[in-house]
């Protein structure tokens, strides 16, 4: 098939709001490939079988959002080791019939960090994790992947952070909730990943005193792109890394594999990106 009859999209329930047409739009203009990217909203009930039917529309592959991230790994064919391990997937590569399943969410927060923060390291010291649901996993095992050699989780609900260690195991020690600011004495990575801090949601309830000044600190939720958590880690001289290159960056192997370029993230996509942010929060 020719990359000018290629079909990929983004499968969600509902899909109205997703950013992914903006990227991957962006990226068939810029590369002129003449495929398309487009919105696929499937109802869960239908799930499986308008799913495995991408094929016969011509689908190269898809994206997945919620809530279909653990039925779309139960109705692929092949799986990549990461998302067996995450038990999601948010990408899928549609090739002579066979539906291939990976998690793209881990490589997307390290290319953010590795380009946003170039001097961090996994040597540099102990992670501190916030949140223990889907983005908190694929941080986490990427982490420990990469080589850090502790990450302390902490999660409201303290046995999502338990089943966390279970499931990933290697470096990754979950903690009590209430003991999240305490544990920032040696911390050289804060990472946010629960919906602490979004607009809409609760704030996050932090104290950043003790954590030293050379930490990074890293937010996943990027609306607001600047959240409370990284004004006053920027206030107090932290560097910091915003959201919204995670979303970009976890993109791009899957515009790789339909389209066969791997894609760039640059100023003018992150542009778009932030004005249609700052019109969905009205600005
Ligand atoms: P999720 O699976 O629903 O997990 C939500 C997490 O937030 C859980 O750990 C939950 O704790 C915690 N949480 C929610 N309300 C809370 C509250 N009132 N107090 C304390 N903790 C609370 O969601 P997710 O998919 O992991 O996503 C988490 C955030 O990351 C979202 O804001 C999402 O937009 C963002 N995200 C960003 C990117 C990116 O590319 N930048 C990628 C993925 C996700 P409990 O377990 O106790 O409920």
């Known amino acids: 098939m ?6 990929a999209g983004i499968i969600g329930w509902p899909v109205t709001h997703s950013r992914s047409p903006i ?3 962006y990226w068939l203009r810029k590369y002129a490939i003449a495929g398309s990217y487009e919105r696929i909203p499937i109802a869960p009930e239908n799930f499986s079988i308008e799913f495995r039917a991408l094929h016969d529309h011509g689908f190269v592959g898809a994206n997945v959002t919620i809530p279909h991230k653990q039925a779309a790994m139960a109705c692929c064919d092949e799986l990549d080791p990461l998302a067996k391990r995450l038990g999601a997937v948010n990408t899928v590569v549609i090739k002579d019939g066979c539906f291939y399943g990976s ?8 290319e953010n960090l590795r380009l946003g923060v170039p001097d961090w390291k996994p040597q540099s010291g102990p992670a501190v994790i916030i949140g223990a649901g889907g983005a908190a996993r694929a941080v986490a095992a990427v982490l420990n992947d990469t080589g850090v050699k502790e990450i302390h989780l902490f999660n409201r609900t303290r046995a999502r952070a338990d089943q966390v260690a279970t499931d990933l195991g290697g470096a ?5 909730w209430a003991r999240l600011n305490a544990s920032l004495g040696s911390c050289a990575l804060l990472v946010n990943c629960s919906s602490l801090g979004m607009t809409g949601q609760p704030p996050l309830e932090i104290s950043l005193q003790s954590l030293p000044l050379s930490a990074f600190v890293s ?6 792109l600047c959240t409370p958590l990284l004004a006053a880690a920027h206030a107090r001289g932290n560097p910091t890394i915003d959201g919204l290159g995670m979303l970009l960056h976890q993109a791009r192997p899957g515009f790789a594999a339909w389209f066969g370029i791997m894609p760039e993230v640059d100023d003018a996509l992150r542009n778009l990106l932030l004005a249609d942010i700052e019109k969905a929060e009205g600005r």
Not at 103 to 110: A, H, I, L, R, S
Request: charged content about 20%; proline content about 7%; overall charge negative.
């Open 23 to 25: 990227m991957h739009g």
């Open 172 to 176: 990754i020690i979950p903690g009590d």
């Open 2 to 7: 020719s990359a000018s009859e290629r079909r």
């Open 103 to 110: 998690n793209t969410d881990g490589f997307g927060f390290m």
């Open 219 to 224: 937010d996943l939720v990027y609306t607001p």
